[in-house]
């Protein structure tokens, strides 16, 4: 009788544990199929295709995940892919469409969110609020940009390994304007993700940090070094159409 009462209340305490958080935290990163990369790719070399060159392939993407996968995971590859999308147009200067993609990526992640503390999801989420804060008004980016630095420190928290947070979480101190920004504590930033082994960094990570350290270099009028930065980003990326315009 004694065990089944100190059974019954390790099972209760262990409820009552669990419900008091509201819901579960999930560190498991997604298994992005082949073809996601090769999608996310070939958006990211844009320079010398049209808009139109792209809609079969994302027509073809998204059949493919709806059919071959369920659930959260298939709704995160989905917005990830809606992310790539508004990016793409965004390069391109059609903002609306751009906006619309960002945000029915934003609409997927919340609902994801409501369920589960999850990494992709908050950065996803974090992802496509920063790129709207670009084409949106500044009504908008003064309302919403500190949820990117929110949402992508609850990324952290569950995986502090994470190089993708910690780059967008970062972002702050290398694209706000003055005086919002913080050039020396963002480079030392991107320095810590390409230098040193305490994230995972996979191309693209590398690209954004290349990329920013590039940036940066421009706003100080270091044109020299920009270059340097901008070319090692575009030995990865060799057609992307937004580093092209950027290199002075």
């Known amino acids: 009788m004694r065990f089944y009462t100190k059974t019954f209340l390790l099972t209760f305490l262990s409820i009552l544990f669990i419900s008091s958080f509201g819901f579960s935290q999930n560190s498991i990163t997604v ?5 996601y ?13 049209n808009l139109e060159y792209y ?3 994302y027509n073809n993407i998204v059949s493919e995940i709806s059919r071959d996968f369920s659930g959260n995971e298939k709704e995160i590859i989905l917005a990830k892919i809606e ?13 609306k469409d751009a906006e619309t993609f960002f ?3 934003i609409e997927r992640c919340k609902k994801i969110l409501k369920k589960e503390n999850n990494v992709e999801a908050n950065l996803i989420q974090a992802e496509c609020i920063s790129q709207n804060c670009i084409i949106k008004s500044t009504a908008y980016a003064i309302s919403n940009g500190p ?13 502090p390994a994470y190089g993708s947070a910690k780059y967008i979480n970062n972002s702050q101190n290398i694209f706000t304007p003055a005086p919002f920004n913080n050039y020396k504590e963002g480079v030392e930033c991107l320095d810590e993700l390409l230098f040193t082994d ?7 990570d590398i690209y954004f940090a290349y990329s920013a350290k590039g940036y940066v ?10 270059r340097y930065w901008i070319d090692l980003a575009l030995e990865i990326y060799p057609e992307n159409q937004y580093l092209i315009e950027l290199r002075p």
Do not use: W
């Not at 992310?83 to 903002?95: A, C, I, P, S, T």
């Open 147 to 159: 949820k990117i630095k929110t949402l992508s420190q609850k990324a952290l928290d569950i995986d």
């Open 55 to 57: 809609t079969p392939l």
């Open 103 to 105: 945000n029915s990526a």
């Open 217 to 226: 270099c421009i706003q100080e009028k270091d044109f020299e070094k920009a």
């Open 198 to 204: 305490k994230y995972r960094m996979d191309k693209l």
């Open 37 to 49: 990369y090769i999608f996310r790719d070939e958006t990211m070399n844009d320079v010398n295709k």
């Open 31 to 35: 298994n992005y199929p082949e073809s």
């Open 83 to 95: 992310y790539f999308m508004g990016r793409l147009y965004r390069n391109k200067k059609q903002n």
